[in-house]
């Protein structure tokens, strides 16, 4: 009774809590007064203090500071258990570790000046997770003191403690900032959010108006891949070639980006969570084709450049490039080696606001677009070669 009694009383911690109990307790306490009433003066007197006592060490030892809590269990810890579901000795989350830490999302530093509101929902992991809640494209308030895209950013570590806190926290289509259209790439979605175009301002519009561009970083921003494999965004001039309506890399493949860039991975080197689809071996540059080389895409293949088509768009781009900086449009200044597209812009003379005719501005557009888009064609072949080959058409 005793036991049951201590033990009962001191699991309850709070003031509060222990009155209720007692209260509750009052007639178990009330009869060992009551036996106070009955038997000789010594039994009496031994039933009085007894109740007393309890009443005592309640009080004493329910209202003090909580102490430490005790080592576990000799059972096991429950807490081990379920912080061993994915904190176990196997390399399953390790692995993953090790890629991300391979990645631009991790290794990338531009998160520490993009964390302005029009900035931080792409580059900040706080402006991400903000934006699923506010569902707007700028954050409240600068972000002090952000994280890169991290593990948190596209799982939700540590809220249930079990598996499902693995799900993507983004899966919905995404409209467009630019354009508006709204795409569905699958699980794909979670990297559209972020890898697309932001608007263009001002923008040409075919056979149009000249517009005033007084930023050298007038453009769609730089890495508008989403809009590339959607086929929307690009300065659609008339011309030789037609714009396709779909894209075949985007109808067959399920969960678009991850697909290709989540690939089985090679080590920590490419695919996986590295996101990458190439790396470098002995000196030389490896293209990672794990998703290219499945039985019902191309069977067998070791190298992305399948039947010629990526030396097309490559030679196209470089052709699109020569003509630009011969028109005076282009500024390869800040990519001297030209190792580095990202740092190519729109040429303004002085550094001041320029008038553009709506086909300079647009062929500009659509050089941007696609060459920082990266995948030579990959991401949307027809809609890359429609672009850059009617683009160079309307420049003759
Ligand atoms: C559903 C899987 C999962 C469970 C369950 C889980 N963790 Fe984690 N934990 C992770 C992941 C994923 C990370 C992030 C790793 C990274 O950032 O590289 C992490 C990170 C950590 C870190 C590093 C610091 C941090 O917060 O990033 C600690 C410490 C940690 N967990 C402790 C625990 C403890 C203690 C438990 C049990 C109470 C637990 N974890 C349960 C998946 C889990
Ligand atoms: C929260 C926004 C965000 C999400 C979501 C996101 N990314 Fe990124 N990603 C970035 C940013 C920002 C960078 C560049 C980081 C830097 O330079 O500091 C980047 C870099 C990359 C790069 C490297 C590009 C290079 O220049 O080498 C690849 C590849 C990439 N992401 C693919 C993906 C894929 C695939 C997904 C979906 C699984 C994804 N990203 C989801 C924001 C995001
Ligand atoms: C719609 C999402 C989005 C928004 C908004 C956005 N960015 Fe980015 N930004 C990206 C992505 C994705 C990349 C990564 C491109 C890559 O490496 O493939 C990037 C790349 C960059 C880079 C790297 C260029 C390089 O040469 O490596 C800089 C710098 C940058 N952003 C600055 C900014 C700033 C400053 C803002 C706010 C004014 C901003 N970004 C807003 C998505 C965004
Ligand atoms: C840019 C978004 C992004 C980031 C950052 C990211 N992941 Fe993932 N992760 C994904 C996507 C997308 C998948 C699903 C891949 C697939 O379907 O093949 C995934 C899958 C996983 C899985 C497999 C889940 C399963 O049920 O099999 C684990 C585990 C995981 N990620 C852990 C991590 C850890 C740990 C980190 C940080 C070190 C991390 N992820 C960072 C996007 C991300
Ligand atoms: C069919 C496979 C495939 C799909 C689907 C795909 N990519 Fe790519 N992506 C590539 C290849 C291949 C490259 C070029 C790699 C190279 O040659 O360096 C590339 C290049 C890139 C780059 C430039 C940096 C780099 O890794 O070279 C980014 C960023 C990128 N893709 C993001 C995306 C996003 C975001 C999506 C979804 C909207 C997507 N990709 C869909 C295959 C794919």
Redesign the pocket.
Same mark, same amino acid.
């Not at 929902?121 to 992991?125: A, S, Y």
């Given at each position: 009774m005793m036991r049951y009694l201590t033990e009962k009383l001191c699991s309850e911690t709070k003031f509060l809590n222990m009155i209720i109990y007692i209260l509750s307790n009052f007639f178990y306490i009330k009869i060992i007064f009551i036996n106070t009433q009955r038997g000789g003066i010594m039994k009496r007197f031994f039933n009085f203090a007894f109740a007393l006592g309890i009443l005592a060490f309640a009080i004493i030892s329910c209202t003090g500071p909580e102490g430490p809590a005790g080592p576990p269990g000799k059972d096991g810890s429950p807490g081990t258990a379920v912080c061993g579901v994915c904190h176990e000795s196997s390399s399953f989350l390790l692995a993953k570790q090790m890629q991300f830490h391979n990645?631009?999302?991790y290794?990338?530093?531009? &998160?520490g000046i993009?964390n302005r509101t029009q900035c931080a929902?792409?580059?900040?992991?706080e *402006? &991400?997770r903000e934006s699923l809640t506010t569902k707007l494209d700028t954050t409240l308030a600068v972000i002090p003191n952000p994280t *890169?895209?991290n593990c948190r950013?596209?799982h939700y570590i540590h809220t249930k403690y079990d598996t499902t806190d693995y799900a993507l926290t983004?899966t919905a289509p995404v409209k467009f900032r630019y354009g508006g259209q709204t795409v569905d790439f699958g699980?794909?979605n979670?990297?559209?959010?972020?890898?697309q175009a932001r608007p263009v301002s001002p923008a040409p519009v075919v056979n149009g108006d000249s517009i005033n561009v007084a930023n050298f970083r007038w453009g769609p921003h730089?890495?508008a891949?989403a809009n590339i494999y959607a086929g929307v965004g690009g300065f659609e001039i008339p011309g030789p070639e037609t714009y396709p309506t779909s894209n075949p890399h985007k109808t067959r493949i399920k969960d678009g980006?991850?697909t290709?860039?989540?690939a089985q991975p090679f080590g920590a080197f490419a695919g996986g969570h590295t996101?990458?689809?190439t790396y470098e071996s002995q000196g030389q540059e490896v293209e990672h084709v794990a998703s290219c080389a499945t039985a019902d895409c191309h069977p067998g293949t070791t190298k992305f450049d399948i039947d010629g088509k990526v030396t097309e768009i490559k030679n196209l781009i470089a052709q699109l490039r020569q003509k630009l900086i011969d028109k005076g449009l282009l500024d390869v200044s800040r990519n001297p080696d030209g190792t580095n597209v990202?740092n190519e812009y729109i040429l303004l003379p002085g550094n001041k606001p320029k008038k553009f005719s709506s086909l300079e501005a647009g062929a500009v557009l659509n050089y941007l677009l696609v060459a920082k888009d990266?995948s030579n064609g990959i991401h949307n072949y027809k809609y890359t070669k429609a672009l850059l080959v009617n683009t160079l058409n309307a420049l003759q």
């Open positions: 990645s631009l999302h290794l990338g530093e531009n &998160f993009a929902v792409c580059h900040t992991h *402006g &991400f *890169g895209p950013t596209c983004y699980e794909g979670l990297c559209a959010k972020c890898h730089y890495g891949n980006c991850i290709c860039h989540m996101f990458k689809m990202l990266r």
